[in-house]
């Protein structure tokens, strides 16, 4: 039946996932509903990988002969020691969350950004070339996402974020190794006095990328606070969040006029490139969103 496992044998691939915790991951739903739904003798399996642990864990793959494994938390900047290779978007992110066992050589990528430029051509028709990006938030996500766009050609993007910190940091990795022209921004999520220089970005910008945890399940009340009222007809908004799929900041973005893009369709297509890349085939993203879909309807569940 199409989406489930109804064999395992000797030549069954595993693939999996290492984190700690990852008990309540999307991950086997997903990719196990796309190596149902294709016919494939893959399988994925979660794997509880302890930090002190991680290097065996990587050992494992190789002498397990696993076809490979999605990384997350916390293991996404530790891995890149452990690995033969990585791939040169992943060294820039600094970050992987994708391994490939090629017959013992194993291969770090991260098709977190990748996967989120994939969701905004597919569902919006949106590309980042020559556009001008506002990106809430300087996070892991938002690292990876900022990464991805500044390498498909886009002309600025500003980061806003309440710690110049972090936000720094981003602003001198995007100015130091891509072309795309960045800035910092403070700004204040949780208050609504916000500086005209963030007022003014927020206008200009031609794609808006919610990149903060606020309004995720269970706080599903809560939504950074954002001038709403400068948003042009077609501006195109995203939230990472995806539990809720229709977050209440995206629901106020659409009532300002702006198309949007749920947190769901990254979630998807960075699963879809990393199905691509063990098994050599177009994963089947429908598949995998209705998977998803009919999960979350239950009200179940956390990203990985």
Not at 264 to 283: D, K, N, P, R, V
């Amino acid at each position: 039946m199409s989406g489930i496992i109804s064999a395992i044998n000797g030549a069954t691939r595993v693939c999996g996932l290492f984190g700690h915790p990852v008990e309540h991951s999307f991950s086997p739903l997903m990719h196990n509903a796309a190596f149902g739904a294709l016919g494939l003798n893959y399988v994925y399996l979660p794997f509880a990988v302890r930090p002190e642990n991680l290097g065996t864990a990587v050992d494992a793959l190789r002498i397990l002969h696993l076809a490979g494994v999605n990384v997350t938390i916390p293991h996404k900047e530790a891995v890149l020691g452990h690995l033969d290779e990585v791939s040169p978007e992943a060294r820039l992110i600094g970050a992987v969350n994708t391994v490939v066992n090629r017959s013992g050589h194993l291969v770090g990528h991260n098709t977190d950004g990748p996967g989120f430029v994939e969701a905004l051509s597919r569902r919006a028709g949106f590309t980042p070339g020559g556009k001008r990006v506002l990106l809430l938030g300087a996070g892991g996500a938002a690292r990876a996402v900022a990464v991805q766009l500044a390498l498909a050609g886009a002309e600025l993007i500003t980061v806003v974020n309440r710690s110049p910190g972090r936000a720094g940091k981003l602003v001198e990795l995007l100015s130091g190794h891509t072309a795309v022209r960045a800035e910092f921004l403070f700004w204040d999520p949780g208050s609504t006095a916000q500086s005209s220089d963030f007022v003014n970005a927020a206008r200009l910008a031609d794609l808006i990328v919610q990149c903060t945890p606020l309004g995720m399940y269970p706080g599903v009340d809560l939504a950074p606070e954002f001038p709403f009222a400068v948003l042009r007809p077609g501006r195109l908004v995203c939230d990472l969040v995806y539990n809720p799929v229709r977050t209440k900041f995206l629901i106020r973005a659409e009532m300002a006029g702006a198309r949007v893009v749920d947190g769901l369709e990254m979630l998807i297509y960075q699963g879809a490139l990393s199905f691509a890349l063990w098994t050599g085939h177009t994963a089947p993203a429908g598949v995998m969103r209705r998977a998803l879909e009919h999960y979350l309807g239950q009200g179940q569940g956390d990203l990985w």
